[in-house]
């Protein structure tokens, strides 16, 4: 360290070295105890070892070393929050896919639903219109004491919808996202 030195009497070489409370470096001849030799100040000293807080020890640390060292744990967090992101991603990519392939088999279904739907209503509409009379007036048909009107037979009746439901094509989110 080229720099360190008194500011006293600007020695650089010795073991004894202390820093002011108000910033000044000073080697054991130049220290007045509770007083700055520099400034004049009222102060305290802490000497300068290697026994000194991390805190306190960054002033006397090479700025090169400072800068390599700040730059190995910024490249540290950068790598950490890349592998985060990286993992975020994945997973959500993951689900994506998963939640279309549920929505294209969904979608299938639904269609498939809907073309056995149009295919029953072609099958129960054949017979309906082969019973059904022209659109018109009812014809009415005398008999001996009074006038009947003539009306579909009370045997025949409309088919209902017995075997299957009306189509349930939207499941409810729990089956189809059972995550959520």
Known sequence: MDWFHCNRCFRRRGQDFAV??????????????????????????????????????????????LIQSGLEHVTQIALFQRKQKQRTTAFFQHKSAELERRLKEVTE???????????????????????????????????????????????FTTPTRTQHQIPNIFLSSSRIHPGL
């Not at 000497?47 to 991390?54: H, R, W």
């Not at 219109?129 to 001996?144: D, F, M, N, V």
């Not at 009074?146 to 045997?155: A, D, E, N, V």
């Open 20 to 65: 002011s409370t108000c910033g000044h470096i000073c080697c054991a001849a130049c220290i007045i105890p509770k007083q700055c030799n520099i400034c004049g100040a009222s102060c305290s000293y802490l000497p300068i070892t290697d026994k000194m807080k991390p805190q306190e020890k960054v002033f006397f640390t090479d700025p090169l070393k």
């Open 109 to 155: 279904q639904g269609y498939r639903q809907l073309s056995e739907l149009k295919r029953e209503n072609a099958e129960l509409k054949k017979p309906l219109s082969q019973r059904r009379t022209p659109p018109g007036p009812a014809t009415p048909i005398l008999s001996h004491s009074s006038l009947h009107i003539h009306r579909t037979p009370p045997s």
